[in-house]
Each structure stands twice: as structure tokens, then as C-alpha cells.
């Protein structure tokens, strides 16, 4: 079964605007991670953000933050103040302490396109 | 400096033959993995190597089989090519193993297409 849910296929948003990429996820875990990745049109996997389940502050990366809400299982992205260079694909990722070897569950994606 | 780099990035042949694929990484990591992202992006685990040890080997056809001669280089080798292997391939790489914040750097994919 999926375990990291990424509804939203793709998005446009304006530049300078904020955009919300949703990601829930599914583990019976107490202890897990989850990350964000960028994967611009020239393929490469960028490592973007990562929260803990027991950090207490949402996590933030410059221009990113993480809504992490974890009665509801999810970690939505926020890219405040979009750029044109922020049009790529966004994935959200997991790993569970069930899991001791590191593995990461990756979401579908998210495609966002970022306009004038 | 390129952290986690793979040669080749591209790699065109014919079904049927057999190639490598070649993954090192300059960061000191002690975990290296293969990833396979399909044509609709999804992104999955094949392998992963700790300290030169296999301790992840999802559900991969046999004909893909990686090698970690030491713990900065993990290559892919895969026989007898389908049409099916056409993929982009991620190598990537961890300080530690399992360590919950343990963030994994990816090289840049290779893409690989069978003919």
C-alpha cells in the first residue's frame, strides 16, 4: 500500500506567490522522518527540508517551511515568494524506525509550474 | 565538487545486452542505494549498501546486480536488457544507516533507454 499520498498532480502558481504542496503519509511508527525533494527539468534529486515526528517547530529552509500536522499525518511544503526557478517536480519522502535500513518511501510528485 | 556523480548519464543500447552503470561519491557517506524512477517519476528503491555490505535488495529481477567494491563506489550491473529496464536511475548516498534525519544525496540519474 502506499504509505506517502501527493494528491495533486500538478499546479500553476504566479510568481511571488506562495504555493502548498500536500503530502500525507501513513506509519503506525512513532518515530519517523520526512523529507522533501526538488527534481528540476534536468533531472537531478535536490534535498530540500526534512521533520522529524517528535521535532516540536514546523522546519524551515529559507523559502520552504514544512506544515507539519501530525495528528492529521500530513506535511504539506510552503514555497513562499515563488520563483520562475521553482517550476520542477516535488516529492515528499518517509522513513520509518520499523525500517532500520534507511529506506525512503517516496510520494507520486507534485508538478509545479511557476508563471510570469 | 560533485558530491555523488554517475557515469554514464545517458545509455542507449540494444535489448538483450548487458551494461553498468557507475556511482561514486566524494562525501565520506557510509550508505550508498540504487534507485529506479519509472516513466510516470515514481521513484523506487532496488538496493542499498552499507560499509560494503548489501542490506537492502527490494523485489529486482535477478539480471540487476550492484557491486560496491569499496564504500565510496556502488555500480549497477544489469543482463540481459528489456524493454522494461528504460528508466532513470539514481544512485544516492547517507552519512549513516537508518538514522531517522539520515538525509540521502542523489547523483543526476542515468537515463537509460532499451531498444
Known amino acids: 500500500a502506499q504509505k506517502i499520498t501527493q494528491t495533486q498532480p500538478g499546479m500553476f502558481v504566479q510568481e511571488k506567490e506562495a504555493v502548498t504542496l500536500d503530502c500525507t503519509y501513513d506509519?503506525?511508527?512513532?518515530?519517523?522522518?520526512l523529507f522533501w525533494y526538488k527534481q528540476p527539468s534536468s533531472g537531478e534529486m535536490i534535498f530540500l527540508i526534512y521533520?522529524?515526528?517528535?521535532?516540536?517547530q514546523n522546519a524551515t529552509e529559507g523559502r520552504y517551511s514544512l506544515n507539519f500536522q501530525k495528528a492529521r499525518k500530513s506535511a504539506n511544503l510552503v514555497i513562499s515568494a515563488s520563483q520562475l526557478g521553482d517550476s520542477a517536480m516535488y516529492f515528499c519522502?518517509?522513513?520509518?524506525?520499523?525500517?532500520?535500513?534507511?529506506?525512503?518511501?517516496f510520494g507520486a510528485g507534485t508538478q509545479v509550474v511557476v508563471t510570469p | 565538487d560533485t558530491a555523488v556523480s554517475q557515469t554514464p548519464k545517458y545509455l542507449v543500447t540494444q535489448m538483450g545486452n548487458d551494461k553498468s552503470i557507475k556511482c561514486e561519491q566524494n562525501?565520506?557517506?557510509?550508505?550508498m542505494y540504487w534507485y529506479k524512477q519509472d516513466s510516470k517519476k515514481f521513484l523506487k528503491i532496488m538496493f542499498s549498501?552499507?560499509?560494503?555490505?548489501?542490506?537492502i535488495n527490494e523485489t529486482v529481477p535477478n539480471r540487476f546486480s550492484p557491486k560496491s567494491p569499496d564504500k565510496a563506489h556502488l555500480n549497477l550491473h544489469i543482463n540481459s536488457l528489456e524493454l522494461g529496464d528504460s528508466a532513470v536511475y539514481f544512485c544516492?548516498?547517507?552519512?549513516?544507516?537508518?538514522?531517522?534525519?539520515?538525509?540521502?544525496?542523489f547523483g543526476p540519474g542515468t537515463r537509460l533507454t532499451v531498444l
Open positions: 544516492a548516498s547517507s552519512q549513516e544507516r537508518g538514522g531517522l534525519a539520515d538525509t540521502q544525496y
Open positions: 506509519t503506525s511508527d512513532p518515530s519517523y522522518g
Open positions: 521533520q522529524g515526528s517528535y521535532d516540536q
Open positions: 519522502a518517509m522513513r520509518e524506525t520499523t525500517d532500520s535500513w534507511g529506506k525512503f518511501q
Open positions: 562525501l565520506g557517506h557510509d550508505t
Open positions: 549498501y552499507n560499509n560494503k555490505e548489501l542490506i
